[in-house]
């Protein structure tokens, strides 16, 4: 059988051509188009198999390398004494020791017509963040299918998704029908089976073939085991059908603003990719979200000015007038402009082991703007074995749900379904900066519309004056019983004996109003320290100096706040005092229930604490008394002016 | 209207180079201090090609990095000098002043000579100028664990790379936010192949090493291979004889240390007859260089996790 293989000649590469003219080979190759996409299955599947078959017909294996896979096959194969051609695609040693693929590996072959990039995709439930990531390139899916087994669980899981992406075409690949003695039965119940679920997720139409990847029917040429298939086969279904950026090349025109252009005074242009539609000179267009219109003089390249780019072109473009536009806005063609906005129904797939934290602030990265954004509780979780809607408080880990978002500024976009580029976003943790989610705008909500900043006469800057100070907030942070409160209330006094307008908002006491409806759940943890931020915004508005005494225990939402408020006005103040101290003063005797297991999601016990890594102002309560370390906050907070 | 249609329709070349485009530029626009790492070899050529293009008419607003091991080829040398001049951009050339001191050479030292001259010069380069993304040329289609390697890598402050824990890249949504002490390894040219690059060089005339050409070339066999003995004199030293030289037609299908750097035997003297000969020849394109080979199948992947490229 090996020998078999190694002799079988290559079947789309026109070796003839390159010998004999390769001037019209390489003309040929340069007109070629390309086409990505995802592969989606188990290895039980025979995905990597395939794969490896593409690859190994287009000649993209090279001797040495077939030799190497030769002595990998007999040592860790799973074939036998075959050839193992998943070997070829399983890339890492942890994945070949296991013999699984458990990233995305990216593959690529030509044929006469184009040049194609694979997504090899795992196909394991907890492989989903994989997949979808392999799946947002991709302008097509083949789905493989055991002919034995049929429609299986995973196949409905794997259309889902790659449904949920966007991607149109679908090729359902009926695999391994050399061991179904090529039945024309058994494929046409599986199709069967296959269009009515299709169907009841909104697929609208797909390819199916039976194919063997292993054997070699119907991937490049008809196979003789399945005279009642006409075609096509594989390979020419993957070179004909329409890629996604010539379906973009007709939408309305639309580029997001990578960079500034500014070598001298006498040149600007705005750099970046276009996304849809496409532009030349003497169209008139529209910069978002500021509005502001010009026309395009030049669409600059290092080859010469272009008459024209389209979709899918990075350009470098300039107008007529000096209008401003950087990075993060959308130019767009001037009578048909996306709409920017601040609040949106979206679809989110969680990506992180850590799960999502409802009210946290995240960082949104939408084409080239870059916002914080926070996320409210899911509406409902898809089961995606089952695509059932099921109720959910956050999201964990390859969980996919929809939620509404709230972006701290308006951002241009458009429904993902419209477009990949202004409807597409990741999320990213502020603290650790890992990528956490992807999303895709559903829909931006019509409230955020409806409310407007309604302009006031008597500014902050006016309140503050009045009061002759400045005003700041004093976040006071720290373990329960560290001295928080204590600390905190001789600072005001003291501030309030020098004259100055001060309020406390203290932790226990707000709870007993404004947040009473709020437990010690992370989420509602969040929400009370997004509201105490919120309330202590609107005071240093009225010119106050604030003081709050949280435990505030998550370093997010202390970031959080201090976004929120002007430069140099948030002062954090960490009481640092070690837990086994804080215990043993246990002054409510809070810890005591804790340990005893009365009270639940207690900070230091069994719920965590993030100490500030640069609080502006440090108090080490094992020491310095209260009076002193109060004494010290205030000659900082006033000698700093 | 079908000539709408058809300009719609970009070529795949045309898309890569937009590609690689949009990342060099989400790079300038998101990092504080890039640089790109130039070897001379085709694949730089190409990546230094694309930034003239992603930001013309600036030249492109970071510097060229060249990790000299001093064991180039002359011809090498020759080009990246003048490159660096006609592309108007600030040349780096790093030389581990260690691996100077120790005479590290590539027939004594072996593997050492690769690691201190490469991995290590790479590293002490990047922390002495504290560059925060450093633009590669590796693509996916090179080897095995390349082809599982995202675009934007993430290298700790010691510069390992961990595979198994890699951030997901959706779209062409990049997240470059570091973490204290990460640095980010860039790959705008990753969806290349090899025969992409040719292609690239051979439609916009991307000037390349003439060692890529086939020539009368002195040459010497050591060890079962077939070198080019550029510089005979300091061969000799090393050597500590005179290797047998003998004129033959050869050309090299990579560059590196001419002394690690297989030749082949070829009469290939135009662009399309390289790249012919390319498309004809039946052994994949790493195996003229010795660097792959150690440490078994998973040579390429343990040396990344140590700081290698």
Redesign the interface.
Known sequence: MTDQITKEEPVY?T?AL??ED??A??DQ??????LRFITCGSVDDGKSTLIGRLLYDSK?I????LA?LET?SKKVGTQGQEIDFALLVD????E?EQGITI??????F?TEK??F?VADCPGHEQYT??M??GA??ADLAVILIDARKGVLVQTRRHSYLCHLIGIKNIVLAVNKMDLVDYDHAVFDAIVKDYAEFARSIGIESFTAMPISGFKGDNITTLSANTPWYKGPTLVEHLETVE?L??VD??KAFRMPV??V???NLD?R?F???IATG?VKPGDAVRVLPSGKTSTVTRV????GDLD?A?????V?VCFADEIDCS?GDVIATADNPPQAADQFEATLVW?NDEAMHVGRAY?L??G?QTVSVTVQQPKYVVNVNTMEQLAAKTLDLNAIGVAELTTDRAIVFEPYADS??LG???L?DKI????VA?GMLNFSLRRSQNVHWQALDVSREAHAALKNQRPAVLWFTGLSGSGKSTIANLVEKKLHALGKHTFLLDGDNVRHGLNKDLGFTEADRIENIRRVGEVSKLMTDAGLIVLTAFISPFRAEREMVRAMLPQGEFVEVFIDTPLEEAERRDVKGLYKKARSGQLKNFTGIDSPYEAPEQPEVRVDTTRETPEDAAERIVNLLLGAK | MSDLISKSRLTHIQRLEAEAIHIMREVVAESDNPVMLYSVGKDSAVMLHLARKAFYPSPPPFPLLHVDTTWKFQDMYALRNKMAEESGMELLVYQNPEAAERGINPFDHGALHTDMWKTEGLKQALDKYGFDAAFGGARRDEEKSRAKERIFSFRTASHGWDPKNQRPELWNLYNARKNKGESIRVFPISNWTELDIWQYIHLNDVPIVPLYFADERPTYEWEGGLFMADDIPRLEKVLGYRPEITMKSVRFRTLGCFPLTGAVESTAKTLPEVIQETLLTTTSERQGRVIDKDAGGAGMEVKKQQGYF
């Open positions: 590469v070796e390159i010998a390769i001037d080979y390489l190759h340069q007109h070629k188009t390309m993209m090279f001797e040495d390398q190497a990998d890339g890492l040693a942890a070949r990233d995305v590996a990216y593959r690529f030509n184009r040049k990039i963040r994989n979808v990531t947002s390139t890629v950026s010539s090349a007709d990578q960079w252009n500014r070598p040149f242009g750099s970046g990719l496409s600059v390249t290092l080859d024209e389209v979709a899918g072109q990075s470098t990075r990506l960082w990265k939408l080239t990949r580029t597409g976003f990741i990213i650790t900066n890992a990528t992807a």
